[in-house]
């Protein structure tokens, strides 16, 4: 084989690795940023095999393609979609088409999708419904539709369980596990037993995050993650903030959005903001009952990125509600992208956008 071949394979060789596994940052200090290059408005009217889409709450990438779950609880789906990028703008989005899922004998809230092209199969989470006793759930799922997997939750997750999961604040992210062998689920909110919701003020407010192995398709491990305090006064009477998304990038190492919201403040009323999170060195919570009052170790935490700095760069200085991420591909310099989505709500409560945001990884 010339040399030139020799070069072509390994480069293929090379693609092939990224497509299929989380790229690490920083194998030294990982001393990494995160650059705001370019955002996309999806038009609201998009139909697709009679589907509106929007409520678009979680994203994954593979092999030039892009999944994104819908949050329609009376028509659960994702799309597949392709992005294209023009060196660092994002120039067109597509939505191809449309799987629904198969089922009707549980309330499917889906929240967030990663593609695993091991088994070739989407696996998908879900809140249930809280205050109708419908329990959060962790499934896999074809390219059809048909669910192939569910995996077991720990009892803690049932809505009768003396732990208290609460209603709209349970499996809101999912990431593939680094090394290939298992998934991480987590929730939104804190457990009733673990802490209260985030507040104004700085309160104590862990949120699990569960890693399930998928052999054994069960809770192996868990860890506490502290959310910060609600961003903004609200002028209206509701505000939250909660975790939204995760991605591990390298061994027990993630990025973890963060979306807190205040009623009544219009289009400002959304606070992003992205985590480095480590939990290399957290207490496992898995058999903790509650997370109150006792001594463990949570994930430590640095924000990377606060979107509050990049409103003059958004359309109508808008940040919308930011739950999806996923790496995307490697950008002309070399450097990993990441693209994030932004959850319309199909506009009930007020004019929302299908908001994507691509942004670099810089060393």
């Known amino acids: 084989m010339n040399n030139f071949l020799i070069k072509i394979s390994f480069l293929l060789f090379c693609i092939s690795i990224i497509g ?23 038009p609201e009217n998009v139909l697709v095999d009679s589907t509106i889409v929007g409520g678009l709450s979680g994203i994954d990438y593979y092999n030039g393609l892009y999944y994104l779950v819908c949050d329609d ?7 597949k979609a392709k992005i294209e990028l023009n060196s660092t703008e994002i120039s067109n989005i ?10 009707t004998s549980r309330y499917l809230d889906l929240e967030a999708i990663r593609y695993d092209s091991i088994v070739n199969r989407i696996f998908i989470t879900s809140e249930g419904h809280i205050k109708k006793e419908k329990q959060p759930s962790f499934i896999s799922v074809d390219e059809i539709g048909e669910i192939k997997d569910n995996f077991k ?11 208290k999961p609460r209603h709209n604040g349970t499996l809101e992210g999912l990431s593939k596990n680094y090394n290939g062998n298992g998934y991480w689920i987590a929730m939104e909110l804190p457990f009733e037993i673990d802490g209260p919701e985030p507040q104004l003020e700085k309160t104590n407010s862990p949120v699990r995050v569960t890693y399930i192995n998928s052999k054994t398709k069960e809770a192996e491990k868990q860890f506490g993650y502290l959310l910060d305090p609600i961003a903004k006064t609200p002028k209206g009477n509701f505000s939250v903030n909660g975790l939204s998304e995760i991605l591990e990038y390298d061994k027990d190492k993630f990025f973890i959005i963060e979306r807190s919201y205040s009623s009544g403040l219009g289009n400002q009323g959304n606070t992003i903001k992205i985590f480095k999170v480590d939990a290399s060195k957290a207490t496992n919570t898995l058999n903790m ?25 958004l359309t109508s200085n808008s940040i919308d509600n930011i739950e999806g991420i996923t790496f995307g591909p490697t950008l002309p310099n070399g450097n990993r992208s990441l693209v994030l989505v932004a959850d319309n709500n199909f506009n009930r409560m007020e004019k929302q956008l299908n908001q994507f945001i691509l942004l670099e990884i810089i060393d």
């Open 94 to 103: 597509t939505i191809e088409n449309v799987i629904k899922i198969k089922e």
């Open 153 to 163: 939750l720990p009892d803690a997750f049932n809505p009768n369980s003396t732990q």
């Open 289 to 313: 009952k509650s997370l109150m009052d006792v001594n463990y170790n949570a994930a430590t935490k640095t924000l990377l990125l606060d979107f509050e700095n990049l409103r003059d760069k």
């Open 20 to 42: 299929c596994k989380s790229v690490k940052v920083n194998k030294s200090n990982e001393s990494f940023k995160l650059k705001f290059l370019d955002e996309y408005i999806l």
């Open 73 to 79: 609880a009376f028509n659960p789906r994702f799309y």
